[in-house]
Every structure is written in C-alpha cells, then in structure tokens.
C-alpha cells in the first residue's frame, strides 16, 4: 500500500510538472496566430490571339500567342482592345498604365547572344531565365519544356518596369514562375494544337 501511494504521488507530481513545464505563458495564449499574406492574382484581360513580332529581338515577324495581364484589383475584362499586330503595344490601349505585364508565347527558335539579354536572377536554371533592359521597361524571358508539344519561349513585359507594377523582385520571380507551372499543367491535357491557351487566372 506504502508503494502503491508513493507511486501515484511520483507519477501525478510528474504529470503535474510536465503541464507546468509545456504550457505556453498566459501572454503566449493571448497572442494571435502568424498572419499569413493573402495570395494575388492576375487575370487575362486580353489575348489568346495570334500575332506577329516579338518584344526585344528588334524588326522582327516570329509568330506568338500574346496576352495581357492585370492584377486583379485594377483589371478590366474586355476594355482593352485588339491585341497589336506587332511586338510593340499599342499606345492607344486604354488603361495601360494598369497593365502589369504583356505576354508573348512562341515555339520559334530565338537568338538570345546579342549581348543585351542577361541572366535573370532568382529563377534557377530549370527556365534558363533572361532579362532585358528597354529604357524603363524590363522584358523577363523563360524557357519551357512543352513535352510532347516542343519548347516554348515566354516573354514578359513590363512596359514600365516591375516596380512601376507594384512588384518586387522576388515578386516578380514567383509571378513568372506560378503562370509557367500553370500554363505546362494545361498544356499537358490538351489534345490538339488548337486547345492550347494561356492561363485565365494565376495566383502567386
């Protein structure tokens, strides 16, 4: 009986002990959870069109599925217009200073050894990223790997550069990085060439 007492105090004077050592102070209990930053998202305000003449790579005519992208705060679905027919956009798209960047998609075979495309930071070497400075503009390039559809260029545009588009660099790095992990996703489902679109909404 004197073992059986004396083992019972041991085991609850531990317990105890335990509870008191584990618990969080009173003022860690009060305190609310970490916040975490809401995800953003850019829709497609224009595109899945056709054009010719990429950004960056001078007079040139290399076809390409274009697009233009907003954040969604400040995008307006079919307020801006045809897409252009060349490389430059249109100065008469209207609210372009809401754009936050133009995207040309394009299987054609790119030269990028002029001297003005540079490594893009941040990004790894999975997309062989680049970038190009064009006066206040910056022109992020990746590679993508399409399968069984071939290799694809993405150009992103920054007409005014990424700060200017409420950006920072990192920001901008997971942006590229979430719309070509969601454009090879639906890539690899469609059947047909025709199918092939870009991503309406990406959150990053």
Known sequence: MFFYRSLKGLLGSGIGAAILLFSPPAHAQDRPPPSIPPAQEIILVRGNTWVLGLPGFGSNRFSALFGEYRRAESAEPGSAGAAPDSGAPDAAIPAAEKTTFF???????????????QARPGLGAAYSARQR?????????????????????????????IAAAGL??????????????????????VKTAGDMSLPAVVEF
Do not use: H
Request: glycine residues 14%.
């Open 133 to 161: 400075r064009d006066g206040e503009g910056l022109i992020i390039s990746l590679s993508l790997n399409g399968q069984s559809w071939g290799a694809y260029t993405a150009l992103f545009e920054f007409p005014r550069g």
């Open 103 to 117: 995207l040309w998609l394009s299987g054609e075979g790119l030269d990028f050894s002029d001297g003005a495309w």
């Open 168 to 189: 920072t660099e990192a920001q901008a790095n997971g942006l590229v990085q979430a719309w070509a992990a969601k454009f090879l996703y639906f890539l690899a489902l």
